[in-house]
């Protein structure tokens, strides 16, 4: 399986080298007194010593090579501090442990925790993946309070991401579960981030219902921290939304209330998320020092812990301010960072609030070529934006912009306007004083003049918008060819130069279609119409790189996407799925084909030798999990694969369990259930299937089960 820490390893032994002036004699066995003294650091915000005191805790467990439950614990109390980066390391040696020991349920808790962290750095391509390896985890446990649980961090991914119609489905199936289980808790928490999605869909009424409804759940529960945090959060985010609704008085009592009582918390992020809105309520408000200072700190903080969701509503704040003072390249500088910034992560809506600021500045200054590049982007984003989920947020935002724009335009039009009417009166006056015979004559020339001029700016004026329109679609043409190439290019793995999984799941829909289109034809040959995946994972590929290094890894994963090469056809998917793992799809098969495939494929990877540089070879051995795709009849796509995956995976596992160097796999499924049912029969539901294994026999497979802490 892919262990997460592989990369960490390396890094924490460097670290702890080169900090081991700094650090106290610790070197005895690290138990649960240990996570007290971290505690101790991270109270009195010595951060960089807790942080070293973490990575040595890691090291230290991995010397004794023992498993403890406290990697867990250790990482969920980092991510109370925002100490994100930590946390992650923290959480993903536990993954590593909890995997070897084969501790489902702590594996679970631990990509849940992961995706945590990687949110908190707007890592949410990562944050989802984890997300979807511990939901199938949850759904091949039957747990729902762990789906829940899921569901929460996923709805918050979403929402994150600006993908808010997507992110109520689970919230509001996390919601569900909560309420059914009497938790109040989550279910305010729940509560409060609908609330959120309503608020930047512009339905302000319901994200005040959503909002009250989880302060007064809230305030009848007892007077805990953790119930004082959430009540907190609550409140700063009622004040938020009151500000948004002109209610600037009752907005900064509302935030004064929630930062006092999260100020009696450890929650040190939701403090300066508190009072970065405390600093964008004051600059509203005219206190512009106070407001920077605040909105400074909450910066400093927010770039010292990775947050990069606060460093861009700082920026955004902080832009807003300075146009109001009229401080027009301060704002451009941090609405020109904030913009860069929300562009990498794909946020429509922010670009377009930054590009607005930017919009203003540029037509406050006068600077209208540029004002109508960025007024370009703008209707770009708009379309997109427009043809997404959001529709209702846009279009306040593009109200926004264009009134911003067509403000700035109309006062430089009556500027304009002052001054020709002051001409024409000092001209009309010095010809009354001295040209009086001839000012009917003087009065028809110049409207003459005038109209003849006005014509002549007309026709310049088309032809420049004419060449402006063909250059914006010259750009406009280039843009396209550039995410054309790079989409192209974000479909390889680098390392080995196979497909990666984004290939896989643009490819799939239509094989699997097509493959259903061929078994429903009747006429069609019975042969050679079946889809097959395999998921190959190298042995023992951690003991590589910590014996031989990274280089030597990485030698060994080219060598292997050549031997894959050699073993399936050219018409096959070979995709590197990350870390050590592969899935390979055969398109035009053959279901009774799949353990010949598996063995061949194990048999050519044992008998190769490895070259992995400086004259050394290795020999490695793999293990095998395969299904036919779809292993039953499901007709849609998502399903389809998730269900694939999740058997091939289980079988995967089954194999490693079994000892290593085999293959197992499902052949297919019957409609009638048989006196025999397997393992995974029973986890996947099915009444009876045909499995094959490269071991002595099926009674000898050890399938995977939870071990009990």
């Known amino acids: 399986m892919v262990y997460g820490f592989k990369l960490i390893h390396s890094l924490v032994l460097s670290l702890l080298f080169s900090s081991v002036l ?32 973490a990575l040595l805790f890691i090291e230290t467990s991995l010397q004794q090579d023992k498993t403890s439950s406290n990697f867990l614990a250790l990482g969920k109390l980092l991510q109370d501090y925002s100490r994100f980066k930590a946390s992650k390391a923290v959480l993903d040696a536990g993954l590593e442990a909890y995997t070897r020991e084969g501790e489902l349920l702590k594996i679970a808790q631990s990509l849940l925790h992961l995706a945590s962290s990687e949110r908190h750095l707007s890592n949410y391509a990562s944050a989802e993946e984890y997300l979807r390896r511990s939901l199938s985890i949850a759904e091949m446990r039957k747990d729902r309070q762990l789906k829940a649980n899921v569901h929460l961090e996923l709805g918050v991914v979403y929402k994150q991401q600006d993908k808010l119609e997507l992110a109520l489905e689970p ?172 562009r990498k992560h794909g946020n429509m809506r922010d670009q377009l609030r930054f590009l607005a600021i930017q919009l203003s500045a540029h037509v406050s200054l006068g600077d209208f070529e540029k004002a109508l590049d960025i007024q370009s ?182 060598g292997f996407s050549s031997v894959l090469k050699e073993v399936f056809r050219q018409t096959d998917l070979i995709i590197r799925w990350g870390g050590e793992e592969f899935v390979v799809v055969c398109r035009h098969s053959s279901r009774e084909e799949l353990p010949e495939l598996a063995e061949r494929c194990r048999e050519t990877v044992a008998r190769n030798v490895f070259n992995i540089g400086n004259d050394k070879t290795v020999k490695v051995t793999c293990s095998i999990g395969f299904s036919l795709l779809p292993p039953n009849e499901i007709s849609h796509f998502d399903a389809a694969w998730q269900r694939t995956f999740a058997v091939v995976d289980y079988a995967l596992y089954a194999a490693k369990l079994s000892g290593r160097n085999g293959w197992i796999g499902l052949i297919e499924t019957y409609h009638t259930t048989g006196s025999n049912r397997t393992p995974l029969d029973c986890k996947f539901d099915f009444p009876s299937s045909r499995i094959a294994t490269s071991f002595n026999n099926i009674a000898s497979i050890q399938w995977p089960e939870e071990v009990t802490g």
């Not at 649960?32 to 942080?51: C, F, H, M, Q």
């Open 22 to 53: 700094f650090i106290p004699s610790f070197a005895h066995s690290y138990d649960a007194k240990d996570l007290s003294v971290i505690s101790g650091l991270l109270k009195a915000k010595k951060y960089t010593d807790a942080e070293r005191q």
């Open 171 to 342: 919230l509001k199936l996390a919601l569900a579960v909560f309420r059914e289980n009497g938790n109040v808790t989550y279910s305010s928490l729940c509560l409060s981030h609908i609330g959120d999605i309503y608020s930047l869909l512009g339905h302000t009424t319901l994200a005040f219902t959503y909002y009250d409804d989880a302060y007064s759940a809230t305030s009848e529960l007892s007077n805990t921290l953790e119930n004082k945090r959430l009540l907190g959060i609550i409140k700063t985010k009622i004040g938020n939304l009151q500000l948004q609704n002109n209610e600037k008085e009752k907005g900064i009592q509302s935030i004064t209330d929630g930062l006092d009582l999260l100020l009696s918390t450890n929650d040190v992020g939701a403090i300066f998320e508190a009072k970065m809105l405390m600093g964008k309520a004051l600059l509203e408000t005219g206190s512009t020092v106070k407001g920077i200072a605040l909105l400074q700190e909450a910066m400093n903080f927010a770039l010292e812990s990775g947050q990069i969701g606060l460093v861009n509503d700082v920026r955004l704040a902080l832009a807003q301010g300075y146009i109001r003072e009229r401080q027009f390249d301060l704002a451009l500088a941090f609405a020109r960072a904030g913009t860069i910034d929300a």
């Open 377 to 558: 982007v703008v209707q770009e984003l708009r379309e997109g934006l427009l043809n997404s989920e959001n529709q209702n947020a846009l279009k306040g935002l593009q109200a926004e912009i264009e009134l911003v724009r067509q403000s700035g335009e109309l006062e430089k039009l009556a500027e304009s306007k002052q001054l020709v009417i002051a001409k024409a009166e000092r001209e009309k006056l010095k010809n009354t004083l001295f040209w009086s015979a001839s000012i009917a004559v003087l009065l028809m020339l110049f409207l003459m003049w005038s109209r003849f001029k006005q014509r002549q700016q007309t026709i310049i004026l088309r032809r420049e918008v004419r060449q402006q329109t063909e250059i914006l679609q010259e750009k406009n043409s280039e843009l396209e060819r550039a995410y054309k190439t790079l989409e192209h290019v974000s479909l390889r793995d680098p390392l080995t130069g196979l497909y990666n999984r984004h290939y896989l799941e643009s490819q799939l829909p239509s094989e699997i279609k097509r493959s259903q289109i061929e078994m429903d034809n009747i006429s069609a040959p019975s042969s050679n119409r079946d889809l097959l995946c395999l998921l190959i994972d190298i042995d023992h590929f951690k003991s590589i790189n910590d014996d031989y290094g990274h280089l030597a890894g990485d030698k060994v994963l080219e």
